[in-house]
């Protein structure tokens, strides 16, 4: 074998060698890297209908926060049923849909929650949240968004005031049968808390809206939260955003 050719294959042998290696290195860095425990929405082994834990949207220190433009610590003194009905009124007004109107407003510490229903119904249109320190009034995120079969066009980006952000589309054929009934709604939430809120329980009644159900949550017969479910698959979905509850209005 002549010596050029040698030198060639002793080069070409080093440098096989050195991409195995790299090979090698790489292969078994990829292997050591944590991977991510995915659980996608609706998997909980061994049990009936899915439960969505803790929420999603509006996590505590979330994608949405306990509060608008502000910085964690910052604490606002709570609305009153008056201040966050008169808000979520005007936001209502801005819309220009006359057959809606506020059934309920619950406080909380983080945030008021308004339940706006049909007039001609009913039925649940959708839910409102007002910010305790600018007043703004914005959909809930969360079911309200996901799972609202004729109120659910939204416009996710920034926050929404005075009505600005709501698309104003409804989907007029959108209908409120659903296949999980009010009472399996509840027994679908009972179980939930069961699991994860030992101790609490439903409210007597499931709020129904097109395409799911809201529940308030009881311990010893106070209300302490609210949680939701999808009217088709009963999935679960509790509402980890509105802090601790100080007092409601009455349903109209």
């Known amino acids: 074998m002549n010596k050029v050719l040698k030198i060639t294959l002793m080069v070409i042998s080093v440098l096989v060698l050195s991409g195995g290696a790299v090979f090698a290195g790489w292969t078994i860095a990829s292997s050591r890297q944590p991977q991510a425990n995915v659980l996608t929405a609706g998997q909980y082994p061994g049990r009936g209908p899915g439960h969505m834990m803790s929420g999603g949207y509006g996590m505590q220190?979330?994608?949405?926060?306990n509060r608008l433009g502000v910085g964690p610590g910052t604490v606002f003194t709570p609305l009153t049923v008056s201040q966050a009905?008169?808000?979520a009124q005007v936001y209502l007004n801005a819309l220009n849909?006359?057959?809606?109107?506020?059934?309920?407003?619950?406080?909380?510490?983080?945030?008021?929650?308004?339940?706006?229903?049909?007039?001609s119904t009913s039925i649940g249109a959708f839910e409102l949240l007002v910010d305790p320190g600018s007043l703004a009034v914005y959909p809930e995120h969360g079911p309200n968004m996901?799972?609202?079969l004729k109120?659910?066009?939204?416009?996710?980006?920034?926050m929404m005031t005075s009505g600005s952000g709501w698309n104003n589309t409804v989907t007029a054929n959108a209908s409120a049968e659903m296949s999980v009934t009010a009472e399996q709604a509840l027994q679908y939430a009972q179980v939930y808390l069961d699991d994860y809120l030992p101790g609490?329980?439903?409210?007597?009644?499931?709020?129904?809206?097109?395409?799911?159900?809201?529940?308030?949550?009881?311990r010893a017969g106070n209300t302490i939260g609210m949680l939701s479910v999808n009217g088709f698959s009963g999935q679960v979905f509790y509402h980890t955003w509105h802090g601790n509850f100080i007092e409601m209005s009455e349903d109209k």
């Open 61 to 65: 220190g979330g994608m949405m926060g």
């Open 85 to 87: 009905e008169s808000a």
């Open 97 to 119: 849909l006359p057959d809606l109107e506020i059934a309920e407003v619950m406080i909380f510490d983080n945030n008021a929650y308004v339940r706006v229903v049909e007039k």
């Open 146 to 148: 996901m799972w609202n």
């Open 151 to 158: 109120y659910g066009g939204l416009n996710h980006a920034g």
């Open 200 to 218: 609490t329980s439903t409210a007597a009644d499931a709020d129904p809206f097109y395409g799911y159900y809201t529940i308030d949550v009881q």
